[in-house]
């Protein structure tokens, strides 16, 4: 059994920043790409960005300069620095990636079951 808990979420006005963290937790043996995504109320989940087990990233192009992922291999954790945070980053934010048990060779897809972030303008 595997799990991703999301955290950091909250209220913030427009220009401030926010840090999400994720944390995946059970009978680990590998990790893959880690991702965050967000869903706006009334809109489709879109991918905001992804790290790889490796350590390189892409990002939307509408955070782009402003959000940084980031990655604990050691502590499976995965982190998502957020700035200059505008309204039209309201959403539920969901850590997704492919993790492979102890017991498996199959990597599994996994969510996270998401933190709000609100940011007012």
């Known amino acids: 059994q595997v799990q991703l808990v999301e955290s950091g979420g909250g209220l913030v006005q427009a220009g401030g920043s926010l840090r999400l963290s994720c944390k995946a937790s059970?009978?680990?043996?590998?990790?893959?790409?880690m991702r965050w995504y967000r869903q706006a109320p009334g809109k489709q989940r879109e991918l905001v960005t992804t790290?790889?087990?490796?350590?390189?990233?892409n990002y939307a192009d509408s955070v782009k300069g402003r959000f940084t992922i980031s990655r604990d291999n050691a502590k499976n954790m995965a982190y998502l620095q957020m700035n200059s945070l505008k309204p039209e980053d309201t959403g539920v934010y969901y850590c997704?990636?492919?993790?492979?048990?102890?017991?498996?060779?199959?990597?599994?897809?996994?969510w996270g079951q998401g933190t709000l972030v609100t940011v007012s303008s």
């Open positions: 997704n990636s492919q993790v492979r048990t102890t017991t498996s060779y199959r990597y599994l897809e996994v």
């Open positions: 059970g009978n680990i043996a590998s990790i893959n790409a």
């Open positions: 790290i790889t087990s490796g350590g390189s990233t």
